[in-house]
Structure formats: structure tokens, C-alpha cells
């Protein structure tokens, strides 16, 4: 039987652990340290792990002594460097979350939505020096619906990951791997994302805001807001038929009841769920940076 090496962090990370576990020899973990589930599931299981950064050697200090077959990432948070790469004595792949080699980067799923995606999906590709531009082994498509935010899609994500590994090691069980080179110039990048980058801009027409906001909805920190110096976090908003003017300014609070409307660049947008404490919506104040002292 295959021996496997697992590099994993967050929900994901621990759910398709579990999975490996139960089929697989799991030699090692390395994790972050903020993934407590992980750690705790690889002390209850009696699996060696490592929490942290394991650059500058540390990660493979940790692990040079175990002999495995296959090193597997999974929504894991650093980047490897060439001597854990190399240290799998037939395989070193990841699991990314869009259709490679479009979306490299981090939260590929969160960036999709964001940019009105229909559809995004998981990759697992070869390791190698650069950052997500290994050869590919397989791909799943994973439809997104008009009404998905990132968390649903990380659940039909959770579906896949495992499916996919499974397939990925049935094909190099039986010397049938082949492996697919990536197009550079189908290549697209974004970047890490932090909770204050989910600012709202009002000048926006009503489905990137759409877009936006359930691209971050909770459990997601969310898209946000100010008034009267007081953030407010938005988790679902829809386009309204209320109709606007020139007069009204971008950001500007049209209604209160039953709904909370707001004008944007081509309409206006209903805030249908929101998390805000003590905040009084008063129609004419007008949302966003302006209100910041």
C-alpha cells in the first residue's frame, strides 16, 4: 500500500485528512498552527505532525526521516520548499481550488465568484518550484449558482477533494499516471485576500456588489460598509426595480422599510442581510468611506 505524507490546513484540510486516515498509511502531517483540529486529530491518531512555517529547513527536518511514496497538499497555507518536494519517492502533488491554469493564487474560489464565475473547480497538478504552475493530473468542474457565496462552494469542494486524490493514486498505482503541461497564456493570478479587503465600493453596478458580497458572506468575515463611523457587514443584498435619479449619490440610503435600499452605479441594491449592532439607518445618509472620522 501506498505510504502518504499529508501537507493540510483549515476545515478542508482536516476533513480530507480523515479520509486519507482511514484508506491510507499517513506517515506525517505538517500543518499551521492555527489548524487546531488537524493537530488534534494527528495527536489522537498517533500521526507525527508539524505546526508551522516550513521554510528554512524546518519542514524538512521534521520529515526527512520518514520514508513515503506520496507527498499530497490540501488547502494547505505555505508555499514547499525543493526538499520537501523532492522527498516523495514517486509523487509530490496539490489540490487547488480553481481549473488551473486559470486562478493560481490563494482562495481561487472566493476571486471566481467575485468575477462572476459560472464555474470554477479543483486541480491536482505536480509540486514544483513555483507557485501553482505544475503539470496537471486531473480536473473536476464544480458549477457555481447564482446564489453560491464562498463557504457553499468549499462545501462542494470537500465533496471532490478526496475523489479526486483517490484517483490521482489509483492512477499511479497502476503506472498510469499521465500528466498534462499548462498553457501559460491561459494563465491568471490573484493574490492573498485579509478581511479589510472587503470593502464595498458604491460606485459599483448592482451584480459585482451581488457578487462581491456573497463571495465573502459568513462564515466568511464579509464585504462591508461604513456609516456614521460604525462598520456594518453585509452578508446578501439583491437588485431592487426602485427606481433612481441623478440626484441620488452612489452609497446613498433610499429606503428603510421593509427593506434598506441603496442607490449603486445602475439601480439600487436591497441590504437583505446584514451584521451590525446600535447602527440607526436614516434615508439620505450615505454609506462608505466618507463617514469614517
Request: with cysteine.
Amino acid at each position: 500500500m501506498l505510504t502518504i505524507g499529508v501537507l493540510c490546513s483549515g476545515g478542508l484540510g482536516l476533513d480530507t485528512l480523515k479520509k486519507i486516515a482511514k484508506d491510507y498509511t499517513v506517515q506525517f502531517v505538517l500543518t499551521d498552527s492555527n489548524s487546531i483540529g488537524i493537530i488534534d486529530f494527528a495527536k489522537s491518531h498517533r500521526i507525527p505532525y508539524f505546526a508551522g512555517n516550513p521554510r528554512n529547513n524546518k519542514g524538512y527536518d521534521f520529515i526527512k526521516n520518514y520514508n513515503v511514496d506520496i507527498i499530497a497538499s490540501v488547502n494547505y497555507l505555505f508555499l514547499i520548499e525543493e526538499d520537501i518536494i523532492a522527498h516523495a519517492n514517486k509523487l509530490t502533488f496539490n489540490i487547488h481550488g480553481s481549473l488551473l491554469p486559470k486562478y493560481r493564487g490563494r482562495t481561487p474560489h472566493v476571486w471566481a465568484i467575485i468575477n462572476g464565475e459560472t464555474s470554477a473547480g479543483i486541480t491536482a497538478h505536480v509540486i514544483d518550484a513555483s507557485c501553482d504552475t505544475g503539470k496537471i493530473i486531473h480536473q473536476i468542474e464544480v458549477p457555481i449558482k447564482p446564489n453560491d457565496t464562498g463557504a457553499i462552494m468549499l462545501e462542494k469542494y470537500a465533496e471532490a477533494y478526496y475523489p479526486l486524490i483517490k484517483r490521482v493514486l489509483y492512477d499511479l498505482d497502476n503506472n498510469q499516471l499521465k500528466l498534462t503541461a499548462q498553457n501559460e497564456n491561459q494563465a491568471t493570478y490573484f493574490g492573498k485576500r485579509t478581511p479589510d479587503d472587503g470593502e464595498i465600493n458604491w460606485n459599483w453596478n448592482a451584480e459585482v456588489i451581488r457578487n462581491w458580497v456573497r463571495a465573502q458572506a459568513k462564515p466568511y468575515p464579509g464585504a462591508f460598509t461604513y456609516l456614521n463611523n460604525k462598520k456594518i457587514i453585509i452578508d446578501k443584498v439583491s437588485e431592487t426595480n426602485l427606481e433612481t435619479t441623478n440626484v441620488h449619490t452612489n452609497g446613498e440610503i433610499l429606503q428603510i422599510d421593509p427593506a434598506i435600499i441603496v442607490k449603486v452605479e445602475n439601480g439600487a441594491v436591497s441590504l437583505d442581510v446584514i451584521r451590525t449592532e446600535n447602527c440607526t439607518f436614516t434615508i439620505g445618509n450615505i454609506l462608505g468611506n466618507e463617514n469614517r472620522k
